[in-house]
Nanobody, 129 residues
Framework: QMQLVESGGGLVQPGGSLRLSCAVS????????IGWFRQAPGKEREFVAA????????YYAHSVKGRFTIARDNAKNTVYLQMNSLKPEDTAVYFC??????????????????????WGQGTQVTVSS
């Protein structure tokens, strides 16, 4: 059974950093895209970052560009979101997701949540002094 499990969230002061991990089991992620999304209380889920299978295509939301970096370690079947210079408005539950519907090695890195079929349970990130 395929599972995505996020970790690494927590409480951090403004200006601080966190690295979120998304460990995938029951499936080899090497040839499929990955996306990170977040949802703040009372708000809709929003796109954060996405990367296609080999990194040729990477997108970031305008609000995080230059501060966040999406990366993957295929040997560990894990994807990361490095978050630097965190702001209070980054506070949210962060989710990782992947899509299989377009097959392996597809040149896609979608920014729409509905394109992703498999999701983790989320990890809370709180940025506050």
């Amino acid at each position: 059974q395929m599972q995505l499990v996020e970790s690494g969230g927590g409480l951090v002061q403004p200006g601080g950093s966190l690295r979120l991990s998304c460990a995938v089991s029951g499936f080899t992620l090497d040839y499929y895209p990955i996306g990170w999304f977040r949802q703040a209380p009372g708000k809709e889920r929003e796109f954060v970052a996405a990367r296609n299978w080999n990194g040729d295509i990477t997108y970031y939301a305008h609000s995080v560009k230059g501060r966040f970096t999406i990366a993957r370690d295929n040997a560990k079947n894990t994807v990361y979101l490095q978050m630097n210079s965190l702001k209070p408005e980054d506070t949210a539950v962060y989710f990782c997701a992947t899509q299989l519907r377009y097959g392996p090695e597809c040149p896609r890195a979608d920014v729409e949540a509905y394109e992703y079929e498999h999701w983790g349970q989320g990890t809370q990130v709180t940025v506050s002094s």
